[in-house]
């Protein structure tokens, strides 16, 4: 496997010398009324340089009755994402019930989607130093090359998302109201689980309108080891 580590070192090596991003992944529904004002500031965060912001929408709010207004299914929910916020709120509070808007910040640590002061200062105490595992993610000929060496067990994540989506709500607590969301999550494969060596893959590269991300998590329910944005 020498070879394959030789490789992964000259590529790991320029994106290691970088402030490692913080992964920071906001938990919503458009059928939620305290969500819009965590969606607009979470916008915010997507664009930040320094951060791999991810929006994941759940979908326990799917069959929920606003009075006249009825229910609002989330057309970008998912089972799969209430799944694994509940693995975080299991490994940070101690309970598999959830809430919207939650962020978690490296799956290390969570608070209220809209406080934006607690938001940024738990940002702020993720060290830059905590490098865990090494990942490279860089455009080939087959697409993205996704290289990682990291912990025996950790997993590695491809997230693909939409950068941003305007939708018009027709029913649910945002009845009337159009929404404006950033990095929204459309689909998420596992790669792959490291073992004794490091890890290689290839996927195919973001379509139009699209972006993603590889996450190396230590487990369910986090937390993150490192993660990168796809080559634009």
């Known amino acids: 496997m020498r070879p ?9 090596a320029p994106a290691a010398a970088e402030p490692r991003p913080v992964v920071v992944e906001l938990f919503t529904s458009q059928g939620c009324s305290s969500c819009p004002p965590a969606e607009a500031f979470f916008r915010g965060l997507a664009a930040r340089a320094d951060l791999v912001a991810l929006e994941w929408h759940v979908d326990y709010w799917d069959d929920l009755h606003a009075g006249a207004s009825g229910r609002w299914k989330d057309p970008f929910s998912s089972p799969d994402h209430t799944r694994r916020q509940r693995a975080y709120n299991k490994a940070l509070r101690g309970r598999s019930s959830a809430y919207t808007p939650q962020i978690v910040i490296d799956g290390a640590a969570e608070t209220v989607g809209s ?37 025996e067990g950790a997993q590695v994540r491809l997230v693909r998302f939409a950068k941003a989506l305007v939708t018009r709500v027709n029913g649910g607590e945002n009845a009337g109201k159009t929404l404006a969301e950033a990095h929204v999550v459309r ?4 790669l792959g689980v490291l073992g004794k060596t490091p890890f290689a893959a290839s996927a195919r590269a973001p379509a139009a309108g699209e972006g993603c991300a590889v996450l190396v998590e230590a487990g369910d329910g986090g937390p993150v080891l490192a993660a990168r944005y796809c080559p634009k």
């Open 187 to 190: 689909r998420q494969e596992l």
């Open 4 to 12: 394959i580590l030789a490789a992964l070192v000259l590529v790991a």
């Open 115 to 151: 406080r934006r002061d607690d938001v940024e200062r738990l940002i702020a105490l993720r060290p830059d130093a905590d490098q865990r595992a090494l990942l490279a993610v860089a455009a080939d000929a087959e697409g993205i090359a996704v290289n990682v060496s990291a912990p």
